[in-house]
């Protein structure tokens, strides 16, 4: 069984930056790539970003690539999601999950959620 816990969600203004966090309660470094979801109000749920296993692989949506950055610490079962140059477009819920791919249903553990609004 996987727990996770996100963190570092809050209130930036645009252009600024934040930086997510995911802690794992499991060893999930030998098991499950990880991914970053988010989801606006009255929205359906969207891929952010994933990472493989060993952190070698990653893949961006088109709305995030050349901003944000996804990066794992295996010995820490720690997730991160750096978000730089942030638009209004990014306020959401942002979501860690445990899987591999590009649509929820492929991910088998998820997270409660942090907040990350953006003020223009």
């Known amino acids: 069984q996987v727990q996770l816990v996100e963190s570092g969600g809050g209130l930036v203004q645009a252009g600024g930056s934040l930086r997510l966090s995911c802690a794992a309660s499991?060893?999930?470094?030998?098991?499950?790539?990880m991914g970053w979801f988010r989801q606006a109000p009255g929205k359906e749920r969207e891929f952010v970003a994933r990472?493989?296993?060993?952190?070698?692989?990653?893949a961006y949506s088109d709305s995030v690539k050349g901003r944000f950055t996804i990066s794992r610490d295996n010995a820490k079962n720690t997730v991160y999601l750096q978000m730089n140059s942030l638009k209004s477009e990014d306020t959401a819920v942002y979501y860690c999950?445990?899987?591999?791919?590009?649509?929820?249903?492929?991910?088998?553990?998820w997270g409660q959620g942090t907040q990350v609004t953006v003020s223009s």
């Open positions: 990472i493989s296993r060993s952190g070698g692989s990653t």
């Open positions: 999950a445990a899987g591999w791919g590009s649509i929820p249903q492929e991910y088998d553990y």
């Open positions: 499991g060893r999930i470094s030998s098991r499950y790539g």
